[in-house]
């Protein structure tokens, strides 16, 4: 980042510039938090499975994520995969799985990002 500029300040200009994509809706969910640090917090260190992220508790949340942003999961998960030169082992119901991970990723690099 080119200035310094508050957290909220960073997640709205995403919220506002990159709509539909994963990076927004981890922006928009943040925004509605109390507090969006706490809320990048607390999905970074319980992650989605202990049900921090309302709109994806439930498979049917899950599966419509993640059929909404495939392309964009793929992309994110062809990167780690050569990032750490192995393939992802996902465990479970695929959709959930894949859609919980990209969410935690996509947290992770903007909290990357924003530091």
Not at 26 to 52: I, K, N
């Amino acid at each position: 980042m080119t200035q310094p500029q508050s957290f909220s300040e960073f997640l709205r200009r995403i919220a506002d510039t990159e709509p539909g994509t994963i990076r927004s809706q981890v922006a928009f969910d943040a925004l509605d938090a109390d507090d969006p640090a706490v809320y990048f917090q607390d999905v970074m260190h319980h992650g989605c499975v202990s049900g921090v992220v309302p709109g994806l508790v439930y498979y049917t949340d899950t599966h419509t994520f993640f059929d909404a942003h495939y392309e964009e999961i793929e992309e994110l998960r062809y990167a780690a995969e050569e990032e750490f030169g192995l393939p992802l082992q996902p465990q479970g119901d695929l959709k959930n799985w894949f859609a919980w991970w990209a969410y935690e990723t996509v947290v992770a690099q903007l909290w990357a990002e924003m530091r």
